[in-house]
């Protein structure tokens, strides 16, 4: 229960008044710039400073910040573990074009996927056609948390992996929330796997318009390097592997990056893209020019009274 101050007749909770407190100092240009980079940097988790160009750039400027890399102790704590059972909102764009890919003896490459959190989470709602292989590849502690886990629980089609490279022959490739952190970036990533994975699943980034850079992110006392990159970029170096974009959604969450106004970002993109052949059949061409037609020709109330100020 939230501790209570009593103000002059109004109680206010501490956790409000130190909310408070925060939103104000967060809303001083300048100001808030320094207690950003400056104050408890290395204990408020996601929080980010500079900007630089190169994955290693980012890592040498770490020394004068923090350790470098994950917290290994920390990052499998159950109090930051999460509940894989919880669907979240963000996630049913995944679950909605998964289960539309999912044949028998599919192979998903999960990069980043934890220590299985996309494959306990999605597979209550999925039912796995057999032969189903579910290859997460990870850093070697959350390999070692996932493997331990696996054998532990029924999981029959979790597998781990260290190396990207033993996704090769995956149909599916799905990344959540951690494209950022990776030195390569998506295509690099996916050139190392031959054939190419015919469905990219790509959830959680944060992209923008501006340039590409790499920050540093405060991760549980530690320090990592992030990469932020330009939205068409991204969709460009996938049309050139071959991929066409089928589909992409977006939620809105903040990063701040002190000193650097330009650089904030104020969403975070999912991307599904297929490969040229299997495109064609994730949507249906009439369906949608008909989708398009009808748009043209509806007119919101809101927005006539907008478009023609003072006809009425
Ligand atoms: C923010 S977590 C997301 C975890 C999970 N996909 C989810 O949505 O809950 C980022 C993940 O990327 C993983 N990661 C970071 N660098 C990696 C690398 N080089 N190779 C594989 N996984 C990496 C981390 O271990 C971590 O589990």
Redesign the pocket.
């Known amino acids: 229960m939230a501790q209570s101050d009593s103000t002059e007749g109004h109680w206010l909770s501490k956790s409000g008044m130190r909310k408070g407190l925060r939103d104000t100092v967060f809303a001083v240009p300048l100001v808030s710039d320094v207690v950003r980079k400056h104050w408890n940097f290395l204990s408020r988790v996601g929080a980010c400073r500079g900007v630089f160009s190169t994955y290693q750039e980012t890592e040498d400027a770490a020394a004068t910040v923090g350790p470098l890399g994950?917290n290994d102790h920390l990052?499998f704590g159950p109090e930051i573990r999460?509940d894989p059972a919880d669907m979240r909102k963000r996630d049913y764009p995944v679950l909605f074009w998964l289960s539309r890919a999912l044949a028998e003896s599919s192979k998903i490459l999960?990069?980043?996927?934890?220590a299985g959190?996309?494959y306990f989470t999605y597979r209550q709602f999925l039912g796995l056609p057999r032969h189903v292989i579910w290859m997460v590849?990870?850093?070697p502690?959350?390999v070692e948390f996932g493997s331990n886990l696996a054998r532990s629980v029924n999981a029959p089609e979790l597998a781990f992996t260290?190396r990207?490279e033993d996704g090769a022959g995956a149909d599916i490739f799905l990344?959540?929330?951690?494209l950022q952190?990776?030195?390569q970036d998506l295509a690099a990533c996916l050139a190392r796997l031959q054939p190419l994975p015919t469905r990219v699943l790509i959830?959680?980034v944060p992209v923008y318009e501006g340039e590409t850079f790499f920050t540093l992110q405060s991760s549980f006392g530690s320090v990592?390097p992030y990469r932020i990159q330009n939205r068409q970029e991204l969709v460009d170096s996938m049309i050139d592997l071959g991929y066409q974009l089928v589909d992409c959604w977006y939620e809105k969450r903040e990063i701040v990056i002190p000193f650097h106004p330009a650089r904030s970002i104020h969403e975070f993109y999912g991307f599904y893209f297929a490969s040229n052949e299997l495109a064609a059949k994730d949507w249906d061409d009439e369906a949608v020019a008909t989708a398009h037609e009808v748009r043209a020709r509806i007119t919101h109330p809101w927005m006539a009274r907008t478009s023609a100020p003072g006809t009425a």
């Open positions: 994950y990052v999460g999960n990069l980043g996927g934890s959190m996309e590849c990870e850093l502690h959350a260290t990207i990344c959540c929330g951690a952190y990776l030195e959830n959680r990592v």
